[in-house]
């Protein structure tokens, strides 16, 4: 557990230079960028996310997705596209150098955003972030995750700066399954939960850290409270003022806690898990966020301190994973088992910010916890 009596100066790098959050905001992209910027701008995008966002592009920016774009989740050559990894983005930067592009435009879900993100940092170029999902708060993070070609989770990386301007226009976020809307849920809730353990230490924390918990609470109420809403609002097409406080919640307020309390408010167990359970090959295609809501049940069971009962009736209420078999693991396999917990508890996994040990046996038996519950909770 993170505790001290004299704060230690933290890195705070509160989001984006820039954001735009309305009907129309691509718009904005005219009045950032000068046309001869724009005409040599590289666009990575997802195939979906191009699809969906289309009508609402300018006509530039749609333009370069057929002479200047990159189709990211397929394969180029040997080389899979599906994952931000260091091989896709040494493919890129050697692609576009030297002097192949003069802006990085990043048009999609998260990976497709962290890995035009990283690209923009290793190019030392601005970068734009228009995410099409509200699934995670990656557009408006200075940081990228890393996986392996495979999809194996190998960390994160922090770099000097976010992006330059992130644009939302909520009626592209509208056209995305509810999946995604229900990741991203997940995702902020537990950014309140995770950091409860990390902030424990209370007014000895820096002053910022203990800013980046109080957001994280206030957005713990907004989602509690309009998350439903904001679900059904998705689901029957409805631009509603609670659908936009949703996605300005997921998006710019879960990057501000973690941009505001750095390693006081970012990751604790959830994410540990999450990444344990990357090395399961069955979980790949399941989404950030449905992986972390998973790990925060198994957190809440770590704990022992009654979050679990409240989260549980939530997650049933916007259908969230409730168990390991939930998600297409079964629980029964020791071996899949073992693959998982050794992963979670690698020395250098955040789980260990947990303000007691956590062994193998530990964590098997707050598995089991979870699964027991869930399998007789109606």
């Known amino acids: 557990m993170l505790k001290q009596t004299n704060p230690d100066p933290i890195r705070v790098q509160p989001g ?5 959050s309305y009907p129309g905001a ?5 009045r950032l960028f000068p046309e001869k910027t724009l005409e040599r701008a590289f666009l990575l995008h997802g195939k979906r996310a191009l699809v969906g966002a289309l009508p609402y592009l300018p006509l530039a920016l749609s333009r370069l997705a057929g002479s200047r774009g990159f189709l990211f989740g397929g394969r180029d050559g040997l080389l899979n596209t599906a994952h931000c990894s260091h091989e896709l983005v040494d493919h890129l930067s050697a692609s576009l150098r030297p002097g192949g592009a003069s802006l990085i435009i990043g048009l999609g879900g998260g990976s497709v955003l962290d890995t035009a993100k ?3 940092i290793k190019l030392d170029l601005p970068f734009v972030a228009i995410p099409t999902i509200a699934a995670t708060c990656a557009a408006a993070t200075p940081l990228s995750v890393w996986y392996s ?8 990386e922090v770099f000097n700066r976010a992006a330059d301007a992130v644009l939302v226009d909520p009626r592209i976020i509208l056209e995305a399954p509810a999946d995604y809307l229900k990741a991203g849920l997940a995702d902020t809730l537990a950014k309140w939960y995770e950091a409860s353990i990390l902030t424990s230490g209370g007014a000895d924390l820096p002053l910022s850290a203990r800013l980046g918990f109080e957001v994280s609470a206030t957005l713990k109420d907004v989602l509690l ?3 439903k809403a904001a679900k059904t609002a998705l689901e029957t097409h409805t631009l509603s003022t609670e659908f936009i406080e949703v996605v300005d919640a997921i998006i710019i307020g879960g990057g501000l806690v973690g941009g ?3 390693r006081y408010t970012r990751v604790a167990a959830a994410h540990a898990l999450h990444n344990g359970m990357s090395v399961l090959s069955e979980t790949h295609h399941l989404l950030h966020g449905v992986k972390v809501a998973y790990g925060l049940l198994v957190q809440a069971a770590l704990m022992k301190d009654g979050s679990l ?7 049933r209420e916007l259908e969230l994973p409730l168990s390991l078999r939930n998600m297409g693991v079964d629980p029964n396999d020791k071996e899949k088992l073992r693959l998982f917990i050794d992963a979670s508890l690698v020395p250098s996994e955040s789980i260990h910010y947990l303000p007691f040990s956590v062994d193998k046996v530990r964590l098997l038996h707050a598995i089991e916890t979870v699964e027991k519950l869930t399998d007789h909770t109606p």
């Open 260 to 262: 505001l309390g750095e």
């Open 225 to 227: 409270e309009k998350g």
């Open 16 to 20: 984006p230079a820039n954001y735009y």
């Open 26 to 30: 691509m718009e904005e992209l005219g």
């Open 118 to 120: 990283a690209l923009a």
């Open 149 to 156: 070609v495979e999809g194996k989770a190998l960390g994160f």
């Open 309 to 315: 009962d409240e989260l549980v009736p939530k997650f």
